[in-house]
């Protein structure tokens, strides 16, 4: 399984809190900057956080600074999004994608996305 594998979408109302997971493989995971995007009904993807597996550095969008944190766990090959402050613009389905392939962290050139959780956010 190359392709990373995302869980712990759900409803939630404004103001909760969700932790998305992201499984990856060993070889994905390898391929140093893993990150999280979203998709809302219309809208374009676009690019949530990213987090160096290798180093640790991490990137944000602004429209989430300060309420989400992008996390990694090496030994399991898992990277988490923790989102706080949830709000109904975040709804959307949330991807994770491995292996840049150019370009800026909020591209979305990756090689290896997974299919998505969705997450509800009502006000």
């Known amino acids: 399984q190359v392709q990373p594998v995302e869980s712990g979408g759900g409803s939630v109302q404004a103001g909760g809190s969700l932790r998305l997971s992201c499984a990856a493989s060993g070889y994905t995971y390898r391929r140093n900057l893993m990150a999280w995007f979203r998709q809302a009904p219309g809208k374009e993807r676009e690019g949530v956080a990213a987090i160096y597996t290798g180093g640790g550095e991490t990137y944000y969008a602004d429209s989430v600074k300060g309420r989400f944190t992008i996390s990694k766990d090496n030994a399991k090959n898992m990277v988490y999004l923790q989102m706080n402050n949830l709000k109904p613009e975040d709804t959307a389905m949330y991807y994770c994608?491995?292996?840049?392939?150019?370009?800026?962290?909020?591209?979305?050139?990756?090689?290896?996305w997974g299919r998505g959780t969705q997450v509800t956010v009502s006000s």
């Open positions: 994608a491995a292996d840049k392939n150019g370009g800026q962290w909020y591209g979305v050139l990756y090689n290896y």
